[in-house]
């Protein structure tokens, strides 16, 4: 009969990549004003200065600013560059794609159900993938995680994190923006710094 060993196995989450998910807290008629703004054959990209979404866009401000205070990131401001809306009918589908050129991005769920599709955020470590035994997928060995889409739900996460909506079985609509962080980049006398 074979002795079992006891061992003691530590666990570090290295270099982890966090998506931030907050409740708009939003009434419907706040989600109403908002849905009525959209035109999706004329698209505006600067939905945040229009007043239908003043209090939005302040709630995007705040979790952002409580997101660089969890991770002790030193900032003077934040500046949303741009804001829009997102349509998906039933069978449409978003290709992979990043933000570039910013900070953050979010997205947000005005209209959602059971059938809409979530987002889906790949694994940002290429090498993560050059030799993957079978498992059953989880948040720690995953090349790919998901969330769905809920009305009322929004999700902040690094630009940079490659993603993608999958074909959806609901109409879907969504309102996305992007954050650049106003301050100092990199440590002085460095040649590696910027004020922004």
Known sequence: ???SIMVNVKSYSCFPTMVYEFDGGLSKQNHAN????LDFENPDN????????LSFTKIVKECTKEILRINQYFFEDIEITNMWGNLL???ESHPPHTHSNNIFSGVYYL?????????????P???ASVFKPRNSPNWNNSSMIQFDSVEGKGFIFPSWLMHWVPPTNG???SVSWNVIIRGDY???NTLQNAHI
């Open 46 to 53: 600067n939905l945040h200065e229009h007043l239908a979404f």
């Open 34 to 37: 908002m849905l009525n703004i």
């Open 125 to 127: 470590r290429p090498q």
């Open 111 to 123: 209209r959602a159900s059971d059938q809409t599709a979530p987002i889906q955020f790949f694994d």
């Open 1 to 3: 009969m074979e002795r």
């Open 171 to 173: 109409e879907r609509v």
């Open 89 to 91: 009918s039933e069978k």
């Open 186 to 188: 990199g440590e002085p």
